[in-house]
């Protein structure tokens, strides 16, 4: 039997207690299969309340850690928010998605940020965004060597977005964005 929107208020080795409105029925069960969410909208029921019938129990429990969430990066420039750099990879240790990364007041969100959410908890590796991942460095390199023009102009011939243009500014020393070609 599968029952929708009753809320478990109560179980034991072949017995579930469940109540829907003012109604609370016990029910015998040979399989018992729980489906309870986390604890991030609680406007859809997930409010995590569901944790204290287990830990009651005896049942040890992970605390809740977020994921999909953003990361705040120290020393962002706010004026990025609200632009995204489309088509990127994004490094964390040893772990890379590619996507869309949207930059925010605070730093950085987005599918490739969320699936990396575990890893930003892990550690303090750097965060390595890549702004041309179907190209390697050398052949950027090599592409480089034989502009003529700016590193600006040059990034801009290989169509790095101006946000990503200003998030190398900041985030290196200004000798090394304006290193030469050779």
């Known amino acids: 039997k599968i029952l929708t929107k009753h809320k478990v208020v109560d ?3 072949d017995q579930v207690s469940v109540q829907f409105s003012d109604d609370r029925i016990t029910l015998p069960f040979d399989y018992l299969i729980f489906a309870v969410g986390g604890c991030s909208w609680k406007s859809t029921g997930l409010n995590g309340l569901w944790t204290s019938m287990f830990a009651n129990k005896g049942v040890v429990l992970i605390p809740f850690q977020s994921s999909n969430s953003g990361i705040e990066i120290y020393g962002w420039k706010s004026e990025l928010g609200g632009t995204v750099l489309k ?3 994004i490094s ?7 996507g869309d990364v949207v930059l925010t007041d605070y730093g950085i969100e987005g599918a490739p ?4 959410s575990n890893a930003f908890r892990k550690g303090n ?3 390595v965004l890549d702004f041309k991942p179907t190209l390697s460095s050398n052949a950027i390199h090599e592409r480089f060597k034989s502009f003529n023009g700016s ?5 801009k011939s290989i169509k790095i977005s101006k946000e990503a243009i200003v998030l190398m500014k900041q ?6 964005f304006n290193c030469d070609s050779s």
């Open 171 to 176: 985030f290196s020393s200004k000798e090394d």
């Open 113 to 116: 940020v969320y699936a990396l």
């Open 87 to 89: 088509n990127i990879k």
């Open 11 to 13: 179980y034991n080795d």
């Open 92 to 98: 964390k240790g040893d772990e890379s998605r590619f």
């Open 151 to 155: 590193k600006s102009e040059f990034l």
């Open 125 to 127: 590796e750097s965060l």
